[in-house]
């Protein structure tokens, strides 16, 4: 059983940046992946980025790659998603989810079956 929660979500203008967190709780963590995922009113849920909990570089969908980051924080139990250079189509309710993929999953949702609450991001000048 995992447990998350995000937080740092908000109101950013065109070209701020935010980040969000999300702190994991549960056992056997370091056998997951932890993946943003993110869903704008009327579309469906997209993946974002993820990262092995264990080892390994975070792996971007293309409309984040080179803007956003994901980093592991181990000794707090919480990943980060650092969002820069942000646009208008970046607002969405983010959410943070545990799973074990396989590599060819890493971006589909049903491989992920923790998630938080979501943390809503709001783009606008």
């Known amino acids: 059983q995992v447990q998350l929660v995000e937080s740092g979500g908000g109101l950013a203008q065109p070209g701020g940046s935010l980040r969000l967190s999300c702190a994991a709780s549960g056992s056997s963590l370091g056998t997951y992946a932890l993946a943003w995922f993110r869903q704008a009113s009327g579309k469906e849920r997209e993946f974002v980025g993820s990262v092995r909990w264990s080892a390994g570089n975070p792996y971007y969908a293309d409309s984040v790659k080179g803007r956003f980051s994901i980093s592991r924080d181990r000794a707090n139990s919480a990943i980060y998603l650092q969002m820069n250079t942000l646009r208008v189509e970046d607002t969405a309710v983010y959410y943070c989810?545990?799973?074990?993929?396989?590599?060819?999953?890493?971006?589909?949702?049903?491989?992920?079956?923790?998630w938080g609450q979501g943390t809503a991001v709001t783009v606008s000048s």
């Open positions: 989810a545990a799973g074990r993929p396989i590599q060819s999953t890493m971006a589909t949702a049903g491989a992920y079956y923790y």
